[in-house]
């Protein structure tokens, strides 16, 4: 029997213009990644400053150099509306690649965020 699962993945942003590159494991019980989006506590740096690139068990799913404008929701959209659907990406060997990159917009001034990976889909019941 197939569960849905959620799980947040968070990298601290601790300069302007870093580059952060993180490998996340999943619980083996994890089957599929079925959707994602992005969050932040300051969603105004992230919006207007960010990019990132994404993959699946080795499969890109996101180019580098992504905007963070196109996936990123305001609390306006609808909740069922916030999660960009990727079809039924197997998991395989459990690994997320995740790499963001601030990038100065000349409009925002920059502090410390954190920006979190959120994925949704299926594993194998208990």
């Not at 994890?30 to 068990?57: C, M, P, Q, W």
């Not at 509306?81 to 039924?88: N, V």
């Not at 001034?109 to 594993?123: D, H, I, K, N, W």
Request: proline share 2%; hydrophobic share 35%; net charge neutral.
């Amino acid at each position: 029997m197939i569960k849905f699962f959620s799980k947040d993945f968070d990298v601290q942003v601790t300069a302007a213009g870093q580059t952060v590159k993180r490998t996340f494991e999943l619980d083996k019980s994890v089957k599929a990644i079925t959707h994602y989006t992005i969050l932040s506590n300051r969603e105004d740096l992230a919006y207007y400053r960010g990019s990132f690139r994404l993959e699946i068990n080795k499969d890109e799913i996101v180019p580098d150099g992504y905007s963070t404008k196109k996936i990123m929701c305001w609390p306006t959209v609808s909740a069922n509306d916030r999660l960009k659907s990727i079809g039924k990406r197997t998991t395989g060997n459990g690994l997320i690649s995740f790499e963001y990159t601030d990038t100065n917009d000349g409009l925002t001034a920059f502090v410390p965020y954190t920006v979190t990976l959120s994925v949704e889909g299926e594993r194998e019941a208990d």
